[in-house]
């Protein structure tokens, strides 16, 4: 029979009990309250708590043998809670969640099978590319897609870090990853294929057919995307647009934030020795084609009208006058 657990998530800043609920996976609820969810009033809470670089605390309160006796004790804690005037983020009074499907192995494979092979049409191909392009030509679009980008590293880092020391609490979970790791490795095929993988890679084996056909298939499908992009890159209007949301994000504030911890990052690296300087032939290299560049007038012209341009950026900036963007 499977436990139940009341549980409480805790702000590890402020060290105030916001939630109260209940789970027969700590784990798999922990990564729950980290996504968005329909209670907004918790996943606001939630989302500043993770953008100041941590998630919750999850603390296990009581186990329970069945989910009634779990219901009746989330319901005592939350009125308790209440009673103590604490900010709880709980909608409702408790013992109304659902502890879920759990779909038979037999079911499993008749959905499993249901959905195998299944493709878009060409229509809603077209349409989904058509909606993605039109999104990408809003105002903002790649400064959104950055900030989200670092807040979703930062909630699975801290997720991460937290379901480790989860693990190491809590002796049941860990007992049951452990369980399901020993099963893993047990089986015939994957210690097969994990065998296979470290014969070629230390001793420098052949693969076997098996391993060669998926590799192979890999590869095919990485050409076909160069030969797409390849051919999309001829396309003018495309390769206008990409430039153009090139250009606006660098030219953003977030654009040349992320250039200037690039280039900070990459001379602290030279400096400490971690990434070696250009080679005597690499610097003949670059001479050689920094010579070909300046060569050509289009180049020339382009490089002084750039030049130009940030240096009458920096005056407006100075005189306080509205900020011109640069083209280059």
């Not at 009634?68 to 103590?84: F, G, H, K, V």
């Not at 015939?188 to 192979?216: I, N």
């Not at 690296?269 to 084609?289: F, I, M, T």
Request: hydrophobic letters at 35%; glycine letters at 4%; proline letters at 4%.
């Amino acid at each position: 029979m499977v436990s139940v657990w009341t549980y409480q998530l805790r702000d590890r800043f402020t060290n105030e009990i916001r939630y109260v609920g209940k789970t027969d996976n700590p784990v798999r609820r922990l990564k729950q309250h980290c996504r968005p969810s329909k209670n907004l009033h918790k996943w606001r809470w939630v989302k500043e708590h993770i953008a100041k670089g941590d998630i919750p605390a999850m603390e296990l309160l009581n186990e329970w043998p069945d989910g009634n006796q779990a219901n009746a004790d989330e319901m005592r804690l939350i009125a308790e809670y209440r009673t103590l005037n604490y900010p709880l983020t709980n909608l409702t009074d408790g013992g109304d969640g659902a502890r879920g499907i759990n779909l038979s192995p037999e079911r499993r494979v008749k959905v499993g099978d249901v959905n195998k092979g299944r493709k878009h049409t060409e229509e809603a191909r077209r349409h989904m590319k058509e909606a993605s392009e039109r999104e990408k030509l809003k105002p903002g679009y790649y400064e959104r897609k950055h900030e989200a980008m670092k807040l979703a590293w930062a909630r699975h880092r801290a997720r991460f870090m937290r379901a480790a020391e989860l693990r190491r609490n809590n002796t049941d979970v860990e007992r049951k990853r452990l369980a399901a790791l020993s099963l893993k490795h047990g089986d015939p095929e994957y210690q097969a294929r994990r065998l296979d993988a470290l014969r070629h890679k230390l001793l420098g084996v052949p693969r076997t057919v098996d391993v060669k056909r998926r590799v192979s298939i890999s590869l095919r499908e990485s050409r076909l995307y160069a030969e797409k992009m390849v051919e999309l890159r001829r396309d003018s209007a495309w390769e206008a647009k990409r430039v153009e949301g090139l250009r606006n994000f660098y030219n953003s504030d977030s654009g040349r934030a992320l250039q200037s911890e690039l280039s900070k990052r990459r001379w602290a690296k030279v400096r400490n020795g971690e990434k070696p300087s250009h080679s005597d032939e690499q610097r003949a290299k670059l001479s050689v084609a920094q010579s070909a560049l300046w060569a050509d007038p289009a180049y020339r012209a382009k490089w002084s009208a750039a030049k130009k341009a940030a240096v009458e950026r920096k005056r407006q900036e100075r005189l306080g006058a509205p900020q011109q963007l640069s083209l280059f």
